[in-house]
């Protein structure tokens, strides 16, 4: 398991952007394959966007496909998770969570498939 520390999270307006972060305490995050995940107080916690080991593959939940937008820097041994044209929807506590992949292309979307998580970080959007 590794330990990860999001952060980036904020109070904005409906229509402005946020850049999350997660970066792996005193690690690299190589050769993890990586997801954001989002949680709603009494909903399940749900995939955002996901990306490969290699940055190859990635995957959004529809609801944010073309506004959101996975990175990662293996230099910098950080994932990003840039959000533009938030809604009010978008509002939840958001998680980064890692796994070593079977294969560098491969992504994993759902909860049970991340064996390491960070604390989470809030993202608040006001109409």
């Known amino acids: 398991q590794v330990q990860l520390v999001e952060s980036g999270g904020g109070l904005v307006q409906a229509g402005e952007s946020l850049r999350l972060s997660c970066a792996a305490a005193g690690r690299t995050l190589r050769g993890y394959a990586m997801g954001w995940f989002r949680q709603d107080p009494g909903k399940e916690r749900e995939s955002v966007a996901v990306?490969?080991?290699?940055?190859?593959?990635?995957y959004y939940t529809p609801s944010v496909k073309g506004r959101f937008t996975i990175s990662r820097d293996n230099a910098e041994n950080a994932v990003y998770l840039q959000m533009s044209g938030l809604k009010p929807e978008d509002t939840a506590v958001y998680f980064c969570a890692a796994r070593v992949p079977y294969h560098p292309s491969t992504y994993y979307t759902r909860r049970n498939e991340y064996n390491s998580w960070g604390q989470g970080t809030q993202v608040t959007v006001y109409s």
């Open positions: 990306i490969s080991s290699s940055g190859v593959s990635t």
